[in-house]
């Protein structure tokens, strides 16, 4: 449902025009988490995001009372609502209840059979409305808001019978209204034509069956606009609506659409090298396609707000108000070079993918990419971020760089990689916490950041399992002298999560010991210490989900015992060089050992620091979030590398 009257309020898709509307009763609604004016942009934007307005103004001066937000994720027929709000005064007179359908019915034009949604536990207002309309608590969500608050999960199947049932099955056959048989020009599967007058003749109808009223006139009081309502009243899935057929009728909503769609009309044409003389008189329709690609948006934008089988966007090319008019002609005003075009947008909405068109293919996932731009040693450089983002397109999804001020954003989307240094006291840590919470796969995982980043449950994990390493003990401030007898020097002490060559120290002497603890045990009550194994490099090999990736070398720093040297200013560094080979080529037991210690950690992504010495392989770490640098482990596979985990991530999205 695009649009609907209550009083002087109507339900509609939201435009720009909106924003200050929206942010204005975000404010006035909610003291946290809040929506940002960014946010609501990016949602109008966003394909998988759609936003209704309760609107109880005018075309020229639009007055927000309320809006509902639904999600749409790749991949489940699950969709989310996201947020609905209703301002004060409003409250009590229905917005709720008809945003909350309105919502349903777009969520079902997606093909979704259940709807989710979040809500504050102390929130009875909201818990009695959704309550009201079939949802029903499946989980707690204790600590789930910014403040601290309790929240509750609840669910509604929007199809009677299972949940997994599709749309298809559970509503049987869908149908097609046209005014005599000899109407039907087209040819389509799947689907029933009938007669209106058969149509109107019937005693009852099916319950969430799709129908699609062609009828040649939607007038008022029409046989046309008599088969949408009485479709409505049967709880069936008509497009148009009957108030579709009103909205086109009103002057209001109509301006609304010029305003809106006119600079988007005139865009396409100046992006293709056209001048307003060389528009066309008219842009058709059909089911949110239009045969002409450079209209695309604009279709869309147009079906979003009326939606009718066919629209006709009449141009006035002499006005820069481009757009004179929007109609819903029958499907007998149509020429036979644009019937193929209509057939195939039909095809398309009865397999419920209403937007497809051409080859261009709709992304299958939306992807974020945690980030933060003014990091020194990002896990990845911005050429590699970059490979991420082509990688995930690659794949047919999208991917997003964000940062830590999105923290409020992440369940906007499908997936989350992490690419900045992660810590367990830290934004990054909160990130993968709530992306599992929210049933979003995430890597790195929470579990693998808390069982790499401490070097504590790392040394005791690798002992445990007789995982070849380096001798090894953990100690605190009362075994410093013990500790200084049963270890020869030079040794490696560490505190429990440095990265990065950070928080580690070569200890020469009992002595030395003793002084640089001293002073490490100030922000640590336990520490790490290591045997010094000597050598010019250290094998980093990449697993991903069980499997080896990449293979490389990472030499020392000149004149210096670690990868990376940090200068005394604390901010300057050098590095060593590196080289990566081709797995197979990298020595078996080196693979064999880090692989064997990735599978303690789980089955993410990860790095594993081997020395190879004339004992055997010995891990040094095992890392959660480990590099992937441009032309450094991509050497061999190149964008495969990217392509290799854009892919494990988007293999764990749920499909419920």
């Known amino acids: 449902m695009t649009s609907s009257q ?235 609506e009957a108030d579709v057929l009103l909205d086109l009728n009103w002057k209001r909503l109509q301006k609304t659409a010029r305003s809106e769609l006119s600079p988007q009309i005139i865009e396409a044409l100046e992006k293709s090298g056209q001048t307003l003389d060389q528009a066309p008189d008219h842009i058709d329709v059909y089911f949110g396609r239009t045969a002409n690609k450079k209209f695309r948006q604009i279709g869309e934008r147009a079906f979003d707000q009326f939606r009718c089988p066919i629209l006709r966007l009449h141009l006035n090319p002499q006005d820069r108000k481009i757009l004179r008019e929007i109609e819903a002609p029958s499907l007998n005003q149509l020429d036979d070079s644009n019937l193929a075009e209509f057939e195939a947008a039909l095809r398309a909405y009865l397999r419920g993918r209403v937007r497809k068109q051409g080859n261009v293919t709709p992304p299958t996932a939306l992807v974020a990419i945690l980030h933060d731009p003014d990091e020194v040693l990002p896990p990845s450089d911005k050429e590699a971020l970059a490979n991420f983002v082509q990688a995930a397109s690659d794949l047919g999804a999208k991917a997003e760089l964000i940062t830590a001020k999105d923290f409020h954003h992440l369940s906007e989307f499908d997936a989350l990689l992490i690419r900045e240094t992660t810590a367990l006291d830290h934004h990054t840590y909160r990130f993968a916490k709530r992306a599992v919470k929210e049933g979003i796969p995430v890597i790195d995982d929470p579990d693998s950041m808390l069982r790499c980043t401490n070097k504590v449950y790392l040394a005791e994990l690798l002992r445990t399992h007789r995982i070849p390493a380096p001798k090894s003990a ?120 880090a692989l064997a210690s990735a599978r303690l950690m789980g089955d993410g992504l990860y790095g594993v620091d081997v020395k190879e010495t004339p004992h055997g392989p010995m891990v040094i770490e095992v890392n959660d979030n480990p590099n992937i640098d441009a032309g450094v482990e991509d050497v061999v596979l190149g964008m495969d590398l990217y392509r290799r985990i854009i892919a494990h991530l988007l293999g764990k999205i749920a499909r419920p």
Not at 102 to 125: K, P
Not at 168 to 178: D, F, N, Y
Not at 209 to 217: D, E, F
Not at 542 to 567: C, D, N, T
Request: glycine content about 8%; charged content about 25%.
């Open 474 to 593: 953990i100690f605190d401030k009362r075994r410093i002298a013990e500790i200084g007898q049963q270890f020869s020097f030079p040794s490696v002490l560490k505190v429990p999560d440095g990265c990065f060559s950070r928080g580690v120290r070569k200890v020469k002497s009992p002595e030395h010991l003793n002084e640089v603890a001293s002073e490490m045990f100030k922000n640590s009550e336990l520490l790490v210490i290591q045997e010094y194994v000597e050598t010019t490099f250290d094998w980093r090999i990449g697993v991903l989900g069980g499997e080896a990736i990449f293979a490389s070398r990472y030499f020392m720093a000149p004149g210096h015992w670690q990868i990376v040297k940090h200068e005394d200013d604390g901010k300057s560094f050098e590095e060593g060089g590196f080289e990566t080979l081709p797995v197979e080529q990298a020595p078996a037991d080196i693979v064999a050992t």
């Open 6 to 240: 209550t009083n002087t309020v109507i339900i509609r898709a939201a435009v720009r025009a909106d924003l200050d509307g929206l942010c204005a009763l975000e404010t006035g609604n909610f003291e946290s988490d809040l929506i940002s004016r960014a946010s609501f942009s990016r949602f109008l934007r966003q394909a998988s995001a759609r936003l209704l307005v309760a609107d109880a103004g005018d075309a020229d001066h639009p007055e927000i009372v309320g809006y509902g937000l639904l999600l749409l994720r790749a991949n489940t027929v699950t969709a989310r609502i996201y947020s609905l709000a209703i301002a004060k005064d409003w409250r009590g007179k229905g917005l709720g209840t008809q945003l909350l359908a309105g919502l349903e019915n777009l969520a079902m034009d997606a093909g979704c059979t259940r709807m989710r949604l979040e809500v504050r536990i102390t929130n009875e207002t909201a818990r009695n409305l959704y309550g009201r309309h079939g949802y029903v608590q499946i989980a707690d969500l204790p600590g789930y808001y910014e403040d601290g608050g309790d929240g509750i999960r609840l669910e509604h199947a929007l199809y009677d019978g299972e949940s997994t049932v599709t749309p298809a099955v559970a509503t049987g056959a869908p149908l097609i209204l046209v005014d005599r048989l000899s109407d039907q020009r087209f040819a389509v599967s799947g689907a029933r034509v009938m007669r209106v007058r058969d149509y109107l003749a019937l005693d009852h109808g099916v319950r969430n069956r799709r129908v699609i009223n062609l009828c040649q006139s939607y007038e008022y009081l029409s046989r046309g606009y008599y088969c949408s309502l009485l479709a409505a009243a049967r709880a069936e899935r008509v497009i148009p």
